[in-house]
């Protein structure tokens, strides 16, 4: 759908919010990642998936399931909130949320700007428009994205890798985990600034 430059929504700046399956928007990823959101003037809508099936992390079937219904309400939210009839769209996402941010995007024509946190494989089957990924090599929800990464680079997209970080980006020793989530951190202020116009 085409926005009018007359609409009342044409200058919003929307951050939608995709959490994980028990990543939350107020763990450390997604919390900082919105207050940084916050600050380049964007309005943050965090989206809710209410209750999805308990061993989705460990059923394939399940998991496609937590998918749909994900997707579903995602995408109702977005229109409640009016954030797809908005400007400037952020995507910013972790695990799960991955695959349902990008599938939302790629039926926006690919409009929103994305944050990937701890993608899945499934991510880069729907992956557009423009975006940045952070990855851990420890991760054993995507223990191996080389050819992901690869691509990516090769598309101009950002990719970082950071060494034995698990599916939180988090290595167990607390010192090198602030280290690393003040790197996220100051990479993801950049990329939204070159994107705010």
Same mark, same amino acid.
């Given at each position: 759908m ?14 939608v ?6 990543? =939350?928007? #107020? ?10 959101? =916050?600050?380049?003037?964007?309005? %943050? ?33 977005l229109? #409640? ?9 952020? &995507?910013?996402?972790?695990? @799960?949320?991955? %695959?349902?941010?990008?599938?939302v ?9 994305? %944050?990937? &946190?701890?993608?899945?494989?499934? =991510? &880069? ?23 992901e ?8 997209h ?12 988090? =290595?167990?020793?607390?010192?090198? #985990? @602030?280290?690393?989530?003040? #790197? ?7 990329? @939204?600034?070159?994107?705010v116009?």
């Amino acid at each position: 759908m085409l926005i009018s430059p007359y609409s009342e929504n044409f200058a919003r700046r929307v951050a939608v919010i995709f959490p994980g399956l028990g990543y =939350t928007c #107020d763990r450390s990823l997604l919390y900082f990642a919105s207050r940084i959101a =916050t600050r380049h003037g964007y309005e %943050v809508v965090r989206i809710d998936y209410g209750k999805l099936p308990e061993d989705a992390k460990n059923s394939m079937s399940s998991r496609k399931k937590a998918l749909e219904l994900a997707l579903h309400r995602s995408r109702k939210q977005l229109v #409640d909130a009016g954030a797809d009839q908005s400007h400037q769209l952020l &995507f910013i996402s972790k695990s @799960i949320g991955t %695959v349902v941010s990008n599938l939302v995007n790629g039926e926006i024509g690919g409009r929103a700007r994305s %944050v990937l &946190f701890t993608p899945l494989k499934e =991510t &880069f089957e729907r992956a557009g428009g423009e975006y940045i990924v952070f990855h851990g090599t420890g991760d054993p929800w995507a223990p191996d994205l080389s050819a992901e990464k690869a691509a990516c680079l090769e598309a101009g997209h950002e990719f970082y890798t950071y060494s034995g970080a698990n599916h939180s980006l988090e =290595t167990g020793d607390v010192m090198t #985990d @602030i280290e690393n989530l003040a #790197d996220v951190m100051r990479r993801i202020s950049a990329f @939204i600034e070159r994107g705010v116009r």
